[in-house]
């Protein structure tokens, strides 16, 4: 099972970027990296999905390495409503999933 | 709205007792996923059905089991239940059946509480 390191949590102020990495040493040639958000007493809301290099959209940017041990969920410009739990989530070979504890965002005005 | 319907949203029940929890998926998705989330273990992963047939397992206990209808929803059976298993239970959805290769879609989840 491919074990995934997120930060506990971060800080932040309104408009800054925030930028969240998680670490999956074991993550499978063909499994992709997806980024979720939760607020409290809902369920996880995809953000974006991505293999390698970059990919951005409307929300968030994904960075990704060449050797994917590694990705980077950036949300630019936070605002107070970006205040919730950030899990990534990747796969490994043996097609079990493996989410991060979470990392929990909080902005602050 | 994700388009993911679990019902009901809240359980309590006591120990030894079996609940169903059921999940409708989006329109148009064929697989469905199960999650256990809980304060000390965060979200685990625990079993995955695509058009009907088991896909994938995770970390699912022998007393929890879970089935996808020809209508493509799903249930989820707990069984001889203990303190332990009282979390918050997830579906999601998704289009095809790769497993980490695809947006899942999720519920707002059922809140089991045991007694």
């Known amino acids: 099972l491919a074990k995934t390191t997120q930060p506990i949590s971060m800080d932040s102020y309104e408009g800054q970027e925030v930028n969240i990495t998680c670490s999956h040493n074991?993550?499978?040639?063909?499994?992709?990296i997806t980024w979720y958000q939760q607020f409290p007493s809902q369920g996880p809301r995809f953000i974006i999905q991505?293999?390698?290099t970059k990919v951005t959209n409307e929300v968030a940017s994904l960075f990704i390495p060449a050797d994917r041990k590694s990705s980077t969920l950036s949300l630019p410009r936070v605002s107070l409503s970006d205040t919730a739990v950030y899990y990534c989530?990747?796969?490994?070979?043996?097609?079990?999933?493996?989410f991060g504890a979470g990392t929990t965002v909080t902005v602050r005005a | 709205d994700s388009g993911v319907t679990q019902t009901p949203k809240h359980l309590i029940t006591a120990t030894g007792q079996r609940v169903t929890l059921r999940c409708s998926p989006r329109?148009?998705?064929?697989?469905v996923y199960w999650y256990q989330q809980s304060l000390d273990q965060g979200l685990q992963f625990l079993i995955q059905?695509?058009?009907?047939?088991?896909?994938a397992k995770g970390n699912i206990l022998e007393r929890f089991s879970a089935q996808q209808f020809p209508d493509l929803h799903s249930e989820l059976n707990l069984s001889s239940l203990e303190l332990g298993d009282s979390a918050l239970y997830f579906c999601?959805?998704?289009?095809?059946?790769?497993?980490?290769?695809?947006?899942?879609?999720f519920g707002d989840g059922t809140r089991l509480s045991i007694l």
């Open positions: 999601a959805s998704s289009v095809g059946s790769g497993i980490a290769n695809q947006p899942q879609h």
């Open positions: 074991n993550i499978a040639t063909n499994d992709y």
């Open positions: 991505g293999y390698k």
């Open positions: 989530l990747v796969g490994d070979n043996d097609y079990k999933l493996s």
């Open positions: 329109s148009g998705d064929l697989s």
């Open positions: 059905y695509y058009n009907g047939e088991e896909r």
